[in-house]
């Protein structure tokens, strides 16, 4: 792999093409003009290539010989156009725009969508959602358009768990640690969400779900801007969030950064059914849980000339989610009458830290689009846990039996990732090529010591404790074409190779557990532009589901005194086959079809140990499983004050078990809507309400209830629209909690349900301060995507 990268390098001034070049300096007579649009076409009126004026209103474009039409236009001036004849490098001097006096003032009130259909993604303009003010990124990530957010797990509807990145590069966590890492990263701070369905073979080939990409604000030109927010989440219990971000971007600079903290707490509350031949366990969990965190994120980009920039990115937590929980387990006997009482109480002591850094240079070759960056980065996360829990036995009578169990658990997580990637965009003649390459390592230790304190004495387990060691090396190469046949048509191919062995190592069992294997992810997409109106995209992806850290760690977690964890390391990933279609018309209306097949497939299960009425969570791979669905999305947009962006699905599952678990998988079909609406009230006042409805589902092993969810929310802008103060109520009717997840394993039936803080009040203000004097008229001119396109 270190001798593919090295020869990239070596033969990528081979690979680059000579040009010709053509060069100037746009002007008004008293100063430069930035961001003019400069396009050369051929006699048929066809884009050759094309570019933008920099700072200083200089120009540098590259093309074979030939004979062209030069187009220089900016808004408020007259066009300038000139037929040129190039046989070698031709230098223009400079080039005077004249004023259109036809044009009195230009106001620029066009605001973006909040919901945008790309061919192969879904972009949520977070800003434009007044839902998310005061939130988190995981708020944000509820309401984007197609995710559903439940038990820590984040998924894309109908496809599965998709995979994280922060501007373009992965996060290595996943399930609680992920949620926990994104509730630190203020929504403010976010300018959209990407969510990627059918990624391309530059992306890693990890997540069923596909990708979600999370890209934070940046300042805009020449100008610098503070913003201090403060919001309070009011549910049973409360908690108060801080947070100040600061853009600025002056000449060669680009700098971000933003310091987040919380303090307070929150409520979740969990049941759980388990129906044993002899007896039922009705099992209710209440806790609370601390919310205290403190966050910094740092970006800052430099200009080293005019074609290379360097920067770094850093995004750092500390964490304290402290919890205390109550736990009643009613003991039915056969006759339906209560047998007695299991009462348990838990305190867990956490400490979580992470810090992400990047470090990155991308270097512009030439004006056609020929570039090169690479990525360097270091992830290092830990965390620190302390449970202790005492289990009483009572009579129906509420007497006290006696010390059912008690335990004391101390234990460590450690993950450190270290990856190294460089990307090359490289467009000729016949196709638009991207290549590069990415190795990655991944260490994970930890660590359980269980104590029993039954006795006046902590008395260790060795039975239970364990030390498990887990490191993970990946290897990736890739190639796309993108080929635009005519007027009509585009087409992208593209194939990722990667390598990956991994090592497990379980000390107090002395057991190693290796595996290595080396697959080809394919990816392509064609798109038909038919007319103005109407656009079809089909799209195939291979992608590839890796087993969780935990998920492999071989510990009995032990959660009370009837119910456990533990986990597999011989878990196997899973390989899964997207297939999608997508119609848009006028850019309106989205009519999408999607199949996904997945291979090797893993899960918990819900088993028990029936003898001693003990409740176990366990994995293994199982099953194949197809999901297929349906889908309309629309815009309704006609009346000036509404703006309505709604979606309807239909969402099936078919489900073979490969292995005998002692249970029948389900199967079933799904309806899901949902709809986000944004009512002007006057220039400074908007309302926000949303509702979202999911049916009843079966899918795999499990079953679930239906769940729905309103909320509404209003902002109000003040002080020249520098002061925003909003107030959300979330699930007004605290219906959209997960409920009645039903499994039956070797004739046990168990019921789940969860309620993690679902429904609140948060009442939020931010106040922005700075340099006025923001150049947004040309930074947000709308020619971006066509420009991009002509390099």
């Given at each position: 792999?270190k001798?593919f990268t090295l020869l990239i ?10 040009q010709v ?6 002007t ?13 076409t051929?006699?048929n009126?066809h ?6 004026t ?22 408020g001036y007259t066009a ?10 031709l ?5 005077e725009l ?11 009130t066009?605001?973006?969508k ?12 977070v ?14 990530l ?7 957010i439940?038990n820590n797990s984040i998924?894309l ?5 998709s ?15 992920l949620?926990?890492?994104?509730n630190?990263i203020?929504a ?5 969400i990407?969510?990627?369905?059918s990624p ?7 997540g ?9 604000k940046?300042?805009?030109?020449n ?7 403060i ?8 908690f ?7 853009l600025y971007?002056?000449g060669?600079?680009s700098?971000?950064?933003n310091?987040n903290g ?6 979740n509350?969990?049941?759980?059914q388990?129906y044993?031949p ?11 849980d ?10 800052l980009?430099y200009d080293?000339s005019?074609?290379t ?5 850093y995004?750092g ?8 929980d109550e736990?009643?387990?009613?003991i039915?006997?056969?006759s339906n009458q209560?047998?007695?009482l299991?009462?348990n109480?838990?305190?867990n002591?956490v400490?979580?830290n ?7 240079t991308?270097?512009?070759l030439?004006?056609l ?7 360097f980065?270091?992830?290092i996360y830990?965390?620190?846990q ?5 289990t009483n ?5 509420n007497d006290l ?18 990856s190294?990637?460089?990307?090359i ?12 390459a990415k ?8 660590d359980?010591q269980?104590f029993n304190?039954?006795t006046?004495?902590?008395?260790l ?9 887990y490191e993970?090396t990946n290897q990736?190469i890739?190639?796309?074409g993108?080929?635009?046949i ?16 991994t090592?497990?190592?379980s000390?107090?069992l002395n057991?190693?557990?290796t ?13 038909y532009?038919k007319?103005?109106n ?16 935990r ?5 009995r ?27 848009t018309?006028?850019n309106?209306?989205t009519t999408h079809?999607f199949l ?5 497939g ?13 409740q ?9 499983q ?15 004050w509404?703006q309505?962006q709604n ?5 099936g599952?078919?489900?073979e ?5 002692g ?5 079933g079909?799904m ?7 944004t ?13 979202s409805y ?5 899918a795999?092993?499990f079953?679930?209830g ?15 629209k ?13 219906t959209s ?5 039903e499994?039956?394993v ?6 789940y ?10 009442l ?22 066509e ?5």
């Open positions: 792999m001798r390098f070596l033969l990528l001034p081979i690979l680059l093409i000579s070049s053509i060069k100037g300096n746009v008004d007579k008293s100063q430069a003009i930035a961001w003019a649009n400069v396009v050369l051929d006699s009126e884009i050759v290539t094309g570019g933008i920099d700072d200083n209103g200089k120009f540098n474009l590259k093309t074979e010989s030939g004979t062209y039409r030069l187009t220089i236009s900016f808004i300038f156009e000139k037929e040129i004849i190039l046989k070698g490098d230098d223009l001097g400079s080039i004249k004023a259109d006096n036809t044009l009195d003032a230009i106001v620029i066009h605001q973006k909040l919901i945008e259909q790309k061919p192969d993604r879904i972009i949520f303009n800003e434009n959602n007044i839902n998310t003010i005061g939130g988190d990124a995981l708020d944000a509820r309401i984007a358009p197609g995710l559903r439940q998924n509807l109908g496809k599965g768990e995979r994280v990145m922060i501007n373009g590069r992965l996060l290595q966590l996943s399930g609680e640690d949620t926990s890492y994104l630190t203020s403010n701070d976010i300018k959209k990407e969510v990627i369905t391309p073979a530059k992306y890693e080939a990890a069923n779900g596909g990708l979600i990409n999370i890209i934070l940046k300042g805009q030109l100008s610098w801007k503070n913003t201090i927010s919001a309070n989440n009011i549910n049973t219990f409360n108060l969030t801080l947070r100040n971000s600061l971007n002056k060669r600079l700098l971000t950064f310091a919380t303090k307070g707490n929150s409520r509350i969990e049941d759980f388990v044993y002899n007896s039922i366990w009705d099992i209710n969990i209440n806790s609370k601390k919310e205290d965190h403190l966050s910094t994120q740092l970006l980009d080293i005019k074609h920039t360097i920067g770094i990115q995004l937590n500390t964490k304290t989610p402290n919890l205390v736990s009643i387990s009613k039915f006997n056969q209560l047998d007695s299991l009462i109480n838990g305190n002591h400490k979580v992470s810090h992400s850094i990047n470090l990155h991308y270097t512009k030439d004006s689009g020929k570039s090169v960056s690479l990525d980065d270091y992830f830990n965390s620190d302390n449970r202790n829990f005492i036995s009572f009579s129906p009578n039996l006696g010390i059912n169990a008690a335990a004391n658990t101390f234990s460590n997580q450690n993950i450190e990732n270290f190294a990637k460089t990307d965009e490289h467009p000729i003649k016949f196709i638009n090529l991207s290549y590069g190795i990655s390592t991944i260490k994970n230790s930890s359980i269980f304190a039954i006046d004495s902590l008395v387990d060795t039975n239970i404790s364990n030390t498990f060691k993970e990736a890739y190639v796309s993108l080929k635009k005519n007027e009509k048509w585009d087409v992208q191919l593209g194939l990722r190779f990667e390598n990956t062995k090592k497990g190592y000390v107090e057991e190693t557990n595996n290595t294997y080396t697959k080809l992810f394919p990816s392509f997409y064609a798109s532009k007319n103005e109407n656009n079809f995209s089909i799209s195939y992806g291979k992608r590839i589901e890796r087993p969780r850290f998920d492999l760690n071989p510990f977690v032990v959660i009370s005194s009837n119910t456990f964890s533990i986990g597999n390391p011989f878990l196997r990933p899973s390989f899964v086959d997207n297939f999608e279609f997508k119609h018309y006028k309106k209306f079809a996904s097949i997945r291979n090797d893993s899960s918990i299960i819900f088993t028990s140990d029936v003898e001693n009425s003990t176990i969570v366990t994995r293994s791979n199982f099953f194949k197809y999901i297929y669905g349906f889908g309309e999305s629309f815009i309704l947009n006609k009346i000036t509404w309505s979606s309807m699905n239909l969402i599952s078919k489900t078990f490969t292995e005998n678990i249970a029948q998988p389900q199967n079909i309806f899901s809507a949902n709809s986000s609406n009512i002007t009230l006057n220039s400074s006042t908007k309302l926000q309400i949303d509702a999911d049916s009843p589902f079966k795999g092993l079953s679930m239906k769940t729905y969810s309103i909320d509404l929310g209003i902002s109000k802008q003040f002080l020249n520098d002061l925003q103060v909003a107030v959300l109520v979330k699930d007004i009717f605290n909690s997960l409920n009645n997840l499994s039956t070797n004739g046990i039936k168990q019921t349900g969860q309620n993690d803080n679902n429904r609140f009040i948060r939020s203000a931010k106040y922005s301060f700075g340099n006025k004097k923001i150049k947004e008229n040309r930074r947000n001119f709308g020619n971006e995507e420009t991009r396109r002509a390099n």
